[in-house]
């Protein structure tokens, strides 16, 4: 109560002043908080999910829009991932996949990995020394991945795009794991979709991809 007092005189030394101006502020004010960060990208419904699983295993799309298209969709790849996937990243026997910085190798699924050998065969008919394995026709006389909006123009057959996948899968990994966790298999550094938690999951099917695609 003595400390209460001293500062109730206090205010009133200063408030006695000539030169002060008091500012008062109302306690019962609202609080405005402030951005909060969170998942704000577009991911696909089950509908959408089952139609492009679809479209992707009949064996009639082109090889590289059928791989790409389910690295990202299950396995959560980005297009920068997929577009420098090597030759050497690939290892037959485990059948796994390095993509970039992960940590560890991606174990595809079976849907993923029997759309693997399409895109070797690819390789093969363009004759090329690049050593990356989604080859063009650009690219095929160079020592370059193919090019950033490659697969985006791929993908407009399918009426989707490389970032939609792979946020799909995203969406549905982090709400049913710990964020921090996926973050660290996929060697993100700022994961902006902790805060999130998506309602709609992802639906894969006979052909389910692993629970945790790193």
Request: hydrophobic share 40%; with cysteine; glycine share 6%.
């Amino acid at each position: 109560m003595d400390q209460y007092a001293f500062a109730v005189s206090g205010i009133a030394d200063i408030a006695s002043g000539d030169s002060v101006c008091m500012a008062t502020v109302d306690p019962a004010r609202p609080l405005r908080l402030g951005a909060q960060p969170g998942f704000t990208g577009v991911f696909l419904g089950p509908a959408a999910q089952r139609a492009l699983l679809q479209r992707w295993t009949d064996g009639q799309t082109h090889p590289h829009e059928r791989l790409g298209g389910l690295l990202a969709l299950l396995h959560a790849a980005s297009n920068l991932k997929i577009r420098t996937l090597t030759l050497d990243d690939i290892d037959h026997q485990r059948q796994t996949v390095s993509l970039g910085k992960r940590p560890f190798p991606t174990p595809l699924d079976p849907t993923a990995w029997t759309a693997l050998p399409a895109c070797l065969l690819h390789r093969q008919t363009l004759s090329t020394p690049n050593t990356y394995l989604i080859v063009t026709a650009v690219t095929r006389t160079r020592s370059t991945p193919a090019d950033s909006t490659y697969r985006t123009r791929h993908l407009v057959r399918a009426a989707t795009t490389p970032s939609t996948c792979r946020q799909t899968r995203i969406a549905q990994l982090v709400t049913d794991l710990d964020p921090k966790l996926a973050a660290a298999a996929w060697a993100c550094r700022t994961p902006a979709w902790c805060a999130t938690s998506p309602t709609t999951p992802i639906t894969t099917g006979s052909n389910a991809a692993p629970a945790c695609s790193r």
